[in-house]
């Protein structure tokens, strides 16, 4: 049997999209909230709850540790497109069709 072009290198995609989600899942919406954010507010030595504090350092720590979680929050939001991804390639679409229609919408 011949392969097309549509075909070669198939199940290679579907494996690295595979190992994308599973390591994605495990070190950014697991690890990353559960030990880099968890040490920045509890085990740092500087913490946001003194407001009184007017260091420049406590305020650059604050900043920081909310742009840390704003990038899970983004995380998320990526997880959340690949999953689409997901439910459209078990729904019967081809790859690149899945991909367009989730990243670029309606546009």
Not at 7 to 23: K, P
Not at 31 to 53: A, K, M, Q, R
Request: one cysteine or more; a negative charge; charged letters at 20%.
């Amino acid at each position: 049997k011949e392969e097309t072009e549509e075909e070669s290198g198939l199940y290679l995609t579907e494996a690295s999209f595979i190992t994308l989600l599973v390591t994605w899942l495990y070190s950014r919406l697991y690890l990353f909230p559960t030990h880099v954010i968890y040490s920045t507010i509890y085990e740092s030595g500087t913490t946001c709850l003194p407001l009184c504090d007017d260091t420049l350092y406590t305020k650059a720590h604050c900043v920081l540790r909310v742009f840390l979680m704003v990038l899970v929050l983004l995380h998320v939001y990526w997880f959340g497109l690949f999953l689409k991804i997901v439910l459209k390639l078990l729904g019967g679409s081809k790859g690149h069709a899945a991909a367009r229609d989730s990243y670029e919408g309606d546009s």
